[in-house]
Structure formats: C-alpha cells, structure tokens
C-alpha cells in the first residue's frame, strides 16, 4: 500500500510540474509572438492611432466604433479618447449594437463559423493561435455574438471595408486596446 501511495503522490507531482510547464510555454509563446509582430514594419497600421479630442456623455473605458469613419474610439474621460484606424464589415455584412465585452485572449485560436465556410469553403476548419491566424494578436469577444474586436495578420486592410462583420485592427493596436479595455466594458458599433 505504501508504493501506491508514493506512485500516486509522484504522479500528482508530475501532473502538476506538466499543468505549471503548459502554462509557462503559454506565457512564453505569447511573448514570442508579440515580439515578431511588434518589430515588423509591414506589420503596423497604415492609419496610426492617437489620442483627441472626443466629447461624450459615456463613462471611461466604453469602446465606440465609428463603422463609417473606419474608426474605434475608446473613451479616456474629459472630453478625450484614443482613436485608432479599423477594418469594418463589407456591404451586406454591416451591423450595429451596444454590446460588453464577454471574453478577451492573447493570440486566440480561430474557428470560421459554418455561414463563413460555406461562402468560402477553402478555409481551414480550425486554426491554432499564431502569427499567422487572421485574429492576429488579440481578440475581445462582444457579448454572445460570433463578432469580435480582434487583430489582424492583414493592416493592409485598415481602412476599409472588408471583413464579414469583425472589426479588424493591426496587431499593435490591439495589443493596446487589449491591455486598455476589461471584460464586461460596454462596446457600442454604429454604422
């Protein structure tokens, strides 16, 4: 009885030092990644984000999307906001809505709903979190929609109008807005 014992309390040491490792490459990865992406030129966006004036009655911390500017401003109080450059919705795919923030994560995994597969049936049907997954760097999940505030592997494509309901951003911006904006902040999309 006693061996079991000792195999047992092993086993549970090696479970542990395995859950701790799968953690740290985690934390690691995420690091990697943010690395590459942040020290590529071609990978900033072609419309640079600042801070300006933005007069509004909401509080700070609440994320409003200017769908027809091609513009994300997030609220900092006394008249200012951060603004950054956006990719929105193509035509027939625009939306709008006051939503919160259900979830955030660092270089999500991508799995294209089954309408976006049946338009493009060569998409792959799950991609690992990576530099080379299209929600890029980070991604703030809106309520219970499948839409989400995410980066992109594409900053080519801010400023315009192309995605089929995400609002894109370049990775370093998203990286930012991530760290700025908590889960349960209120997100208003306008048209």
């Known amino acids: 009885m006693a061996w079991l014992r000792i195999f047992l309390s092993m086993l549970s040491a090696i479970s542990l030092i395995s859950v701790e490792f799968a953690f740290a490459t985690s934390k690691q990865d995420i690091k990697t990644f943010d690395g590459i992406v942040t020290s590529m030129p071609e990978a900033q966006s072609p419309i640079r984000r600042y801070e300006t004036w933005f007069p509004s009655d909401e ?37 709008s809505a006051q939503l919160k923030v259900s979830m955030k994560r660092q270089w999500p995994d991508w799995t294209p709903p089954e309408e976006m597969i049946k338009r493009q049936p060569d998409l792959p049907r799950h991609m690992d979190g990576g530099p080379d997954n299209p929600l890029g760097a980070r991604a703030l999940y809106l309520g219970a ?13 801010i400023g315009t109008a192309v995605s089929s309901g995400c609002i894109r951003m370049a990775n370093e911006d998203i990286i930012d807005l991530y760290e700025r904006v908590p889960v349960g902040a209120k997100v208003i999309i306008e048209p």
């Open 59 to 95: 509080k700070p911390g609440t994320v409003i999307v200017k769908a027809s500017e091609k513009r994300l401003y997030l609220i900092l109080g006394e008249s200012r906001a951060m603004k950054y450059g956006i990719g929105v919705a193509r035509e027939g795919f625009e939306w």
């Open 145 to 157: 929609t499948l839409y989400r505030i995410h980066g992109s592997n594409e900053p080519e494509t």
